[in-house]
């Protein structure tokens, strides 16, 4: 797990002992089940603990750099897959809450494995489509989306309850309005890695 472990203190984000045991769980989970239910093409361990594992851990830096609390709050991992980045995210941030949602079953399969294996307490996998979960949350995570207004109109019915969208892309800038929205974009780059991220959080104007 040396590759995490180092990503991770070069760009100041806290993992335990613990924490370095859960992910060795998960990387095994996934690499014995990845191809099979195309989860991930990515198998070998470094690619997993950068692409999949660090990735989502950067979400971490993106909600401080944009002044907003993780901790005690309830997200929801829309379009989970392989579990990013609601997994990595839930290990590491023990006081909240994350549901993953996802309809493929397949996929739900893994993820109850993953929670039961990696014994997450705070994760709760809903095998179902966004548009037909209506609970509350105060943060929608997406990450692997294609275009941020198809994202905003599957969840529009959770953002008018209050929900913020923050949404994982790559290096291209986004410039366009959403209508009825506020759009903040937040860059986050990483030591250690040439990795540059911009993430979106998108709010209902009240
Ligand atoms: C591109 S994958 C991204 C998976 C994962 N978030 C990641 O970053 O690796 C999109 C996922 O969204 C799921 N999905 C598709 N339509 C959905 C919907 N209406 N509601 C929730 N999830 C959906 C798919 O089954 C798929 O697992």
Redesign the pocket.
């Known amino acids: 797990m040396s590759r995490l472990r180092e990503l991770c203190q070069l760009n100041g984000i806290e993992i335990s002992d613990e924490d370095v045991k859960k992910f060795d769980i998960y990387r095994e989970l996934l690499k014995k089940w990845g191809r099979r239910i195309n989860?991930?093409s990515i198998l070998s361990d470094d690619e997993i603990e950068e692409k999949?594992f660090f990735d989502?851990l950067l979400g971490m830096k993106a909600f401080e750099l944009a002044g907003l609390q993780i901790h005690g709050k309830r997200f929801c991992?829309?379009?989970?897959?392989?579990?990013?980045?609601?997994v990595p995210l839930s290990i590491v941030v023990k006081d909240s809450q994350f549901t993953l949602?996802?309809?493929?079953k397949k996929?739900c399969v893994f993820l109850e494995e993953v929670v039961r294996r990696l014994k997450l307490k705070n994760v709760e996998v809903l095998c179902?489509?966004?548009?037909d979960i209506n609970h509350e949350f105060d943060f929608l995570?997406?990450?692997?989306?294609e275009d941020p207004k198809s994202a905003v109109k599957?969840t529009k019915h959770l953002l008018e309850r209050g929900a913020i969208l923050c949404i994982?892309r790559g290096k291209e800038k986004f410039s366009e309005e959403i209508p009825g929205y506020y759009v903040k974009e937040i860059i986050v780059e990483s030591k250690g890695i040439n990795f540059l991220r911009r993430f979106l959080f998108i709010k209902k104007q009240s």
């Open positions: 989860i991930t999949h989502s991992d829309v379009g989970s897959g392989g579990g990013f980045p609601g949602v996802e309809p493929r996929r179902s489509r966004i548009e995570l997406m990450r692997a989306v599957l994982y």
